[in-house]
């Protein structure tokens, strides 16, 4: 049985680039270890380092607001060469090395790229299942969920 998925989104610095070869991508970091987050006010989270050391990374869309229904805009298959979204686990988390985006002949690529590069863009969400977790609740009011391993990594998206 699948785990539900969950969303988070969070401000880190989001880059429009050029590519040697003209393709635009962006880069950037959409989940950060240790790093306390809070969540409505409900509780605070935090992604534990080594939380994806075993995550199906296998199959991971780059879309619009979670948006199914729409063309993802770059995808990650095994996280191969040939992907057009490229991405690394490391000691600080989750790091996307390289989103080619078309926006030559996607016009949603192409008002993407062009709000990054302006600036008005500035974080991203993931959705993702949660397989192991822990709980503390020594402030009852606002607890602390430590997350120390996720499942699946369905896809991320930018946000404003």
Known sequence: MSKELERRNYQ??????????????LTGRPIVYNSPTDIGGWFQ????????????????RFLVNHNTDMIPLARSRRNNGNSTMQMTVDSEGLFLNKVSLDVENNADAKALYSAVERGDLDGMSFMFSVEEEEWDYSNADYPTRRITKIGRLADRKSVV
């Open 12 to 25: 880190f610095e989001v880059r429009a680039e050029e590519g040697e070869d003209g393709i635009k991508i």
């Open 45 to 60: 989270e935090e992604i534990m380092r080594g939380a994806l050391d075993e995550t199906d990374l296998t199959d991971v």
